[in-house]
């Protein structure tokens, strides 16, 4: 189902984690989101992420787009804004393939366009906007990538594209003249060492992503939702959720990154790469 309301403002000042790595705003087109991701953090937040109780009990079953969304964009857009779109949803979510909200957004930004505007996703609908984009200036791309392994994906992230859709993806905006950023986030089971290969060459640039969110690392804010963990016990990929094994992970992939030349960083140091 996807419907649309009005929203009050659409650029929404930076807390916590985005904050921390450098950006002042935050752009959310709409509430929930269509890929509906087993892991997803967001629906956890409940009212400190902005949403309903019909999103959080409901989450991926629906969207609401925020049809005001680039109306109020040109009111609120300056030029020395460190814009992330979005933190809440994929912009590209399935449902924006009918939409189409982005178009109108990107055309605000084009008009007046910030200090950074930066966009994460994991949709190759993105290409889509590929003439739109080119004519951004100080534009990233973050573009997720999870796993290498695509019996994983199909596990946590069903309604998400392929591995190899997403690599073709960023290649192509690489190839567009756009920086795109491999984001690992989150990162799921997979080998750490091709998955690393794998984003360094479609992109050509260092790596930033995270582990899934845990309490034991992450003792307060979002974390990751309990579908994702009946996943990881039913399929034995619990050690995926322990903070120890998930530092060891991220030191493979660190050490796999500077063998190819680049660097790998989590947290909010890896994505204020994205706000410089």
């Not at 999103?55 to 969207?63: I, M, V």
């Not at 779109?85 to 990107?106: K, T, W």
């Not at 309490?215 to 579908?227: H, Y």
């Amino acid at each position: 189902m996807i419907g649309e309301e009005k929203a009050g403002r659409i650029l929404s000042p930076t807390t916590g984690f985005i904050a921390e790595a450098g950006f002042t705003h935050s752009l959310t087109p709409a509430r929930n989101c269509t890929f509906g991701c087993t892991y997803c953090y967001v629906p956890t937040m409940r009212l400190f992420g902005g949403l309903k109780p019909e999103d959080w009990r409901r989450w991926g079953q629906f969207t609401t787009f925020k049809s005001n969304a680039a109306d109020l964009l040109r009111r609120e857009l300056r030029v020395g804004q460190r814009i992330y779109c979005s933190p809440l949803v994929d912009p590209y979510q399935p449902a924006e393939s009918g939409m189409r909200m982005m178009e109108a957004i990107l055309d605000a930004v084009i008009e007046n366009p910030p200090r950074r505007f930066v966009l994460q996703t994991r949709g190759p609908l993105i290409l889509r906007d590929l003439d739109r984009l080119r004519k951004i200036p100080r534009l990233r791309v973050s573009f997720s990538i999870t796993t290498n392994r695509e019996d994983v994906r199909r596990l946590y992230e069903p309604l998400c594209a392929p591995i190899g859709e997403r690599l073709s993806a960023m290649r192509a905006l690489r190839e567009a003249g756009i920086e795109v950023y491999a984001a690992l986030s989150p990162l799921l089971p997979c080998d750490p060492e091709e998955l690393a290969q794998m984003a360094i060459e479609a992109t050509g640039r260092e790596l930033i992503g995270d582990p899934l969110h845990v309490r034991g690392v992450k003792p307060r804010g979002a974390t990751t939702r309990e579908a994702a963990w009946r996943i990881s016990a039913r399929h034995g990929f619990t050690e995926w959720l322990d903070g120890d094994f998930q530092q060891r992970v991220v030191d493979r992939i660190q050490v796999a990154a500077r063998r190819w030349g680049t660097d790998f960083e989590t947290g909010p140091g890896g994505f204020g790469r994205l706000a410089a």
